[in-house]
């Protein structure tokens, strides 16, 4: 959902959202969410993705524009899709593939980029 406040933090209004297109079409290969929040400026949800067999491990951005308010039918649907500008997509950022189990942790921490500072 998008929620909305005023500048005291009231909530103001609230918008239902999802994903422009189903989650197994960005992401074939992903089965598990295994963790996911917003990066620290709000500029991107970011969520760690595994395979069925815990072998292939994602770490994903996904821009807000990408989460659309909830159609009402497929119309609907496909105008939202339409709209959405083409250089809006998913960001694989980090991808790990292993012979064995991947063990999920809790140690990513996405620090803020300025850009122009070296």
Same mark, same amino acid.
């Given at each position: 959902a998008e929620i909305k406040t =005023?500048? =005291?933090g009231k909530i103001? +209004?609230?918008?239902? @959202?999802? !994903? %422009? $297109?189903p989650f197994s079409t960005l992401f074939p290969t992903a089965e598990y969410i295994t963790r996911a929040g917003w990066t620290q400026d709000g @500029?991107? #949800?970011w969520a760690i993705l595994l395979?069925? +067999?815990?072998?292939r491990l994602q770490l994903v951005l $996904? /821009? /807000? #524009? !990408?989460? &659309? *308010?909830?159609?009402e039918n497929e119309e609907q649907r496909l105008e939202f #899709?339409? #709209? !959405?500008p083409e250089n %809006?997509? /998913?960001? &694989? &950022?980090?991808?790990e593939v292993s012979? $064995?189990?991947?063990?999920? =942790?809790? $140690?990513?921490? *996405?620090f803020l980029q300025e850009i122009g500072r070296a």
């Open positions: =005023h500048c =005291h103001v +209004s609230t918008e239902e @959202k999802e !994903l %422009v $297109l @500029k991107y #949800a395979d069925r +067999s815990q072998q $996904l /821009p /807000p #524009a !990408l989460f &659309i *308010p909830v159609p #899709a339409k #709209a !959405l %809006v997509q /998913p960001f &694989i &950022i980090y991808e012979d $064995l189990w991947i063990n999920v =942790h809790d $140690l990513f921490y *996405p």
